[in-house]
Every structure is written in C-alpha cells, then in structure tokens.
C-alpha cells in the first residue's frame, strides 16, 4: 500500500526512489510480527491458536525491535552512497487531500483499529478486514461518485490463484503423510536440545521461504505446531523464519510480491539477482538478532 506513495513523494522530490523503495520491500516482513494483524503469514503458522494481543506483545516485542533497528541500519549502510548523491528538492508544493482522500484515511485507521480490536478480543481476523475494506471503498467510490470497475481492474488477481495453488500444494504434503514425518523428526530434535532446535528451525524455515514462499511454508509450520507440543521457543523461532526469512528473495513473500508488481506498474525493474543480493546482507543480522530474544 505505501510503495506507490513513496514513489510519488520521491519523484516529487526528485530523488532517486529505489533506495526508498527497498526500505518498504524489506520493512514489509522486518515488522511482521509486531502485531499478530501484521503478516498473513501469523494467522496460518498459529490459526486458532493464536495467542492474545497483551501475550503476543510479551512475546514479540523484543524481537520486533531488534528485527526492524538491524534492517534499518543495514539498509542505511547499504544505501548511504546512492543517497548522498543525490539532492533532495525541499520547495515541493503539498497537493490539497481531497474528501475521496480523506475518507480513504479515515478508513485506513479505522482498519487498523477494528483489526486490533479484533486481535484483543481473540475474533478472526480475516472477516473484519474484508468488511471494513469494502466499506471503506464503497464509501470513497460513493462519494467521487466513480465507477467500481477501476477498482476491480487493479487488484491484483494473478496472484489469487498463485496463493490458492500454495495451499492446494500444502494440502498434499499433508495426505501423503510429510506433516507427520516432520513432526516426528522435530520432536526427536526438541529431546536433544531445544535452543538448539529453535535456531535450527528458524534457520530452516527461513531458507525454505525463497524455495516455497512464506504461506505454504507457514501452512507447513502450523500444521507441524499444531500436531506436537513444541516449546515457545521453538514455535517463536518458527514464526520469525516465517516472517522474516522472505527477505532473501523477491518471491518469498507476498508483500514483496505485490511490491514487485507496484514497481512495474512505474516501468522499475528490480532483478531478482539485485534483490538477492542485497538480502544477503540484511536477512541475516536481521534474523539472528531477532531470534535471539525469543529463544533466550
């Protein structure tokens, strides 16, 4: 949602947007688990058991910091020559918000109010979030007085059947028995040590989200968590290899995904060899200061 903004606001500056760009790309999954509302990817790793709001914040909170201030100083690191050389206009003119807009935010914070609302009162997720967003669309079309049909036009349907194939594909390893060969292995691993354990899945799992995408391989951890009784910290380390581990590549997430498509919809390329190897350098800091709260 804040890609097409950011590169508005960068080429009204006139600076170069991908620097900026690349911090909406890796922020998207550096602050995943803020919130259990901030990645679709929390609500199938824990499903119905997902903890409450106040337990998740004990949690996570620690994590969450650590996660997005080593982004952010990679980020800062990696991108300081692109930034320096360029010349940021500061004399922009400021574009009036009209109703259309400011019902549109309106609508934004009443969302993410109604969610973790929600999230507090241990209601799912998915249903509030559909509601609120037509409504809050309706209400900007009714008031402009456009056409819906724009709307539909731009979402983003190549990659519905994208996400239903990752799940169909889920569904499988679970018939042919994987899920249960997995949870064998794993409680056989947690006997042994499970700091140990811990840091070996949060490892694996965020290697496996650039082979498979983050969703089947939340689906996959889920579906292991919810067939043993594994330690917190080992399913914490499991949710931050989740969420965080997508960083590597551009087809781990759906976030990055989507930013991918924002992009070229501006006519910017972004190689996935570009992609990676920036993600080299941010995933894994990121990724071990992150775990390393949540296991201790």
């Known amino acids: ?10 080429r009204a500056a006139g600076a170069a947007p991908l620097p900026y760009l690349f911090v909406c790309a890796f922020i ?35 994590p969450s910091v650590a996660s997005i201030v080593v982004t952010y100083v990679v980020l800062r690191l990696t991108q300081q020559r692109a930034l320096k050389a360029e010349t940021i206009e ?19 914070c009443t969302i993410a ?15 509030p979030t559909f509601i609120c967003g037509v409504v809050t669309a309706g209400a900007v ?20 059947p994208l996400v239903g194939g990752l799940f169909v594909m889920v569904e499988a390893l679970t018939r042919i028995g994987a899920i249960g060969h997995l949870s064998e ?10 700091p140990g354990t811990a840091w070996a899945t949060g490892i ?19 579906s292991v968590a919810a067939s043993d009784h594994l330690p917190p910290p080992v399913i914490r380390a499991m949710l931050i290899g989740v969420d965080l581990g997508p960083n590597l590549s551009v087809t781990g997430s759906l976030a990055t995904i989507l930013w991918l498509v924002a992009l070229r919809r501006e006519a910017i390329e972004v190689s996935a060899w570009r992609f990676l190897r920036l993600g ?11 775990m390393a709260p949540a296991i201790w």
């Not at 949602?1 to 960068?10: H, K, W």
């Not at 003119?93 to 309106?106: Q, V």
């Not at 079309?141 to 519905?160: F, K, N, T």
């Open 90 to 108: 500061c004399g922009v003119p400021k574009p009036k918000l009209s109703p259309g807009g400011k019902l549109t935010a309106y609508g934004i």
């Open 204 to 222: 694996i799992t965020a290697v496996a989200d650039n082979i498979a995408n983050n969703l089947p391989v939340g689906l996959v951890a889920g």
């Open 1 to 10: 949602m804040l890609t097409p903004a950011v590169y508005a606001a960068t």
């Open 141 to 160: 079309l009714i008031l402009s007085r456009q056409s819906a049909w724009p709307v539909v036009r731009g979402v983003s349907w190549s990659v519905l």
């Open 280 to 290: 080299l350098l941010v995933t894994p800091p990121a990724l071990v200061a992150a």
């Open 28 to 62: 998207a999954n550096a602050a995943s688990f803020v919130l259990p509302i901030s990645n679709p990817a929390n609500l199938v790793v824990f499903g119905e058991r997902m903890p409450h709001l106040i337990e998740w914040l004990r949690q996570f909170t620690l």
């Open 113 to 127: 109010i109604v969610l973790i609302g929600a999230s507090a009162l241990d209601v799912q997720l998915g249903l």
């Open 185 to 194: 292995i794993l409680h056989g691993a947690v006997a042994q040590s499970v």
